[in-house]
């Protein structure tokens, strides 16, 4: 529970950076970065993963450094496992989900009454209320669990890890809109 509760921190110091970074412009739509050719592969492949979303520069590095900091506990000792890395896999991609949410959820030029289809430029398709990313991120995280069925005994154990966790950054994001709001500290 630590753990979640740190990386919902985490989450919510990133999201706030990204708030002073972009304002009410979001997906870094006013920010002079760079923007590979939409015909480059890679570029394809990135909107091709991101339900549409252009490929930037700023979007690069800020996922790159989330990368690095979920990974930063192998070059501090912990056992690289196959089971121990499907579990930061699933975390990063909860953790992806959280933090955009936050996003809208703290920015004060947005309401969550924008947070709707239609109502945000850069998340263009919608499943089940959310956007698509949402709802891939999530299933996403769940299924890189699965692999642990085979490697290891720990898996029960990580499946019921991962519902607490995001059933905590549920709870824990609720709380912070509601605080955020009644202080209008954002």
Same mark, same amino acid.
């Given at each position: =529970?630590?753990?979640?509760?740190?990386? +919902?921190?985490?989450?919510?110091?990133?999201?706030?950076?990204?708030?002073?970074?972009?304002?009410?412009?979001?997906?870094?739509?006013? #920010?002079?970065?760079?923007?590979?050719?939409?015909?480059? $592969?890679?570029?394809?492949?990135? =909107?091709?993963? =991101?339900?549409?979303?252009?490929?930037?520069?700023?979007? *690069?590095?800020?996922?790159?450094?989330?990368?690095?900091?979920?990974?930063?506990?192998?070059?501090?000792?912990?056992?690289?496992?196959?089971?121990?890395?499907?579990?930061?896999?699933?975390?990063?991609?909860?953790?992806?989900?959280?933090?955009?949410?936050?996003?809208?959820?703290? !920015?004060?030029?947005?309401?969550? !009454?924008? +947070?709707?289809?239609?109502?945000?430029? $850069?998340?263009?398709?919608?499943?089940?209320? =959310?956007?698509?990313?949402?709802? !891939?991120?999530?299933?996403?995280?769940?299924?890189? #669990?699965?692999?642990?069925?085979?490697?290891? !005994?720990?898996?029960?154990?990580?499946? #019921?890890?991962?519902?607490?966790?995001?059933?905590?950054?549920?709870?824990? *994001? +609720?709380?912070?809109?509601?605080?955020?709001?009644?202080?209008?500290?954002?």
């Amino acid at each position: =529970m630590v753990t979640s509760l740190y990386i +919902f921190i985490l989450a919510v110091v990133l999201a706030l950076l990204e708030i002073q970074i972009e304002a009410g412009a979001g997906w870094a739509k006013n #920010l002079p970065t760079w923007r590979p050719h939409s015909e480059k $592969w890679y570029a394809r492949l990135h =909107m091709k993963l =991101m339900s549409g979303k252009e490929m930037t520069g700023y979007h *690069t590095a800020m996922f790159s450094f989330v990368l690095l900091i979920f990974h930063l506990p192998y070059f501090m000792g912990r056992e690289f496992a196959w089971v121990n890395w499907f579990e930061t896999l699933s975390l990063i991609f909860i953790f992806v989900v959280v933090w955009d949410f936050l996003w809208f959820v703290l !920015n004060p030029h947005f309401s969550m !009454n924008d +947070f709707r289809e239609g109502g945000i430029d $850069w998340h263009v398709k919608w499943t089940a209320g =959310m956007p698509a990313d949402y709802l !891939n991120g999530i299933v996403a995280s769940g299924l890189i #669990l699965l692999p642990t069925l085979l490697l290891g !005994n720990s898996a029960p154990e990580l499946v #019921l890890d991962w519902v607490i966790t995001i059933l905590a950054f549920a709870i824990l *994001t +609720f709380i912070t809109g509601l605080v955020a709001k009644a202080l209008r500290i954002f």
